[in-house]
């Protein structure tokens, strides 16, 4: 069993910055492929951006791509999101993700455990 605990996010305006950290339980950190989604009011959970065990292969969707870095550190059981140059349409509940597989997915029915998510807001 995993449990997973998402931390950092908050208000901040267009072109700011926010850094998000997801803590996980358990001692098989290494071999769970990890992502970060996110899901705005009324609108499905979508991928944002994912790596695999080791954090040398990443991820991520092309709304977020040369803005958001994605990284890990396994002897920490921690896995981050920073994310650079925000939007107005960043804004929503980012969740983290394990997944019992070395590379990550894309989709949301393939992760196997979820954080309780942390709210992002993005002022114009």
């Known amino acids: 069993q995993v449990q997973l605990v998402e931390s950092g996010g908050g208000l901040v305006q267009a072109g700011g910055s926010l850094r998000l950290s997801c803590a996980a339980s358990g001692r098989t950190f290494s071999s769970y492929a990890m992502g970060w989604f996110r899901q705005a009011p009324g609108k499905e959970r979508e991928f944002v951006a994912g790596?695999?065990?080791?954090?040398?292969?990443?991820y991520y969707a092309d709304s977020v791509k040369g803005r958001f870095t994605i990284s890990r550190d396994n002897a920490k059981n921690t896995v981050s999101l920073q994310m650079n140059s925000l939007k107005p349409e960043d804004m929503a509940v980012y969740y983290c993700?394990?997944?019992?597989?070395?590379?990550?997915?894309?989709?949301?029915?393939?992760?196997?455990?979820w954080g309780q998510g942390t709210q992002v807001t993005v002022s114009s």
């Open positions: 993700g394990g997944r019992a597989s070395w590379y990550p997915s894309m989709g949301v029915r393939d992760y196997d455990y």
């Open positions: 790596l695999s065990g080791s954090g040398r292969s990443t």
